[in-house]
């Protein structure tokens, strides 16, 4: 098993984001992450990640537990990328993404010419090829992603965990981004986990999915399965709609009047 969380409690202060979560991914599997703002799916992610102790539970990767990994080794294993980029210095897109190969190469040595290769590859992957040699603090906030992503293929590790890599991108950018992923993780060689806000992409690109409550409870399965209008509309506290078109779903918010009226009772303007 890729991954494997065991009776996994994730807590903020006194609040209990997620109790007692079991999951297992396998190579060549990917699983979505849904829920509301400020659910605790980030705080989840870097606490998979090993960025965060683990206050109950257990988290493996490859049946170890995280927290026996090296650092080196454990950025071999895993790629985490998250919600914002922060450049403190200014780079070149090229060298950003180079960062990606430091977990494959030895305490002294420089990038080599395949590694330069590497970077460029992922660069043209995502379509930015082109800007190699931009300034990193030029790039729009699509592209900065873009890019975090490329420096993420060029890591390769064997399990990425993406917080919103669908942020700032446009629907083109954003549906190559989850096919690239996808067709990686389809070599059956790494697993994806990645926190998103459309349940419909999550049922289409991915084969499981988590759906993180309010109140710390979950569920996770299938993404046929989890991704019902009963448990959306719980999760998101809005009524949804299903459309079905033979074996095809998708999950539209409800909008008419009476929700109108629901959310101007409720205060919101
Ligand atoms: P999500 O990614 O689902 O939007 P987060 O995991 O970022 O949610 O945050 C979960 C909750 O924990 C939020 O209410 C957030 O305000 C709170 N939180 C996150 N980090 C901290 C922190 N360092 N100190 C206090 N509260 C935090
Ligand atoms: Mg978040």
Not at 130 to 156: F, I, K, P, Y
Request: net charge negative.
């Amino acid at each position: 098993m890729r991954l494997t969380v065991r009776d996994l409690d994730v807590s903020i202060g006194e609040r209990v984001l997620c109790r007692s979560l079991n999951l297992g991914l396998q190579n060549g599997e990917s699983l979505a992450i849904l829920g509301r703002n400020g659910a605790g799916k980030s705080t989840l992610l870097t606490t998979l990640a090993g960025l965060r102790p683990i206050q109950r539970g257990s988290i493996d990767i490859d049946e170890v537990p995280l927290a026996e990994i090296q650092p080196k080794l454990l950025a071999q294993l895993r790629g985490y990328c998250p919600q914002q980029q922060q450049d403190a210095f200014s780079a070149t897109v090229l060298e950003i993404a180079l960062v990606g190969r430091h977990p494959h190469l030895g305490r002294w040595a420089w990038e080599s010419m395949r590694d330069v290769e590497l970077a460029c590859d992922a660069l043209d992957q995502v379509g930015m090829r082109s800007m190699a040699n931009r300034d990193v603090h030029t790039l729009s906030g699509g592209e900065r992603q873009r890019l975090a992503l490329a420096a993420l293929l060029v890591q390769a590790p064997t399990l990425y965990l993406l917080d919103e890599p669908l942020a700032h991108l446009d629907l083109n950018h954003a549906i190559a981004v989850l096919d690239i992923f996808s067709r990686h993780v389809a070599s059956g060689q790494q697993a994806l986990v990645a926190v998103l806000h459309d349940p419909n992409l999550a049922r289409r690109y991915f084969q499981r999915t988590l759906l993180l409550f309010d109140d710390g409870s979950w569920i996770e399965g299938n993404s046929a399965e989890v991704l019902t209008q009963d448990n959306l509309t719980r999760l998101y506290a809005h009524p949804l709609h299903c459309l079905q078109d033979g074996a095809q779903q998708w999950f539209v918010p409800q909008t008419d009047s009476q929700v109108a009226g629901d959310i101007q009772q409720s205060g919101v303007k």
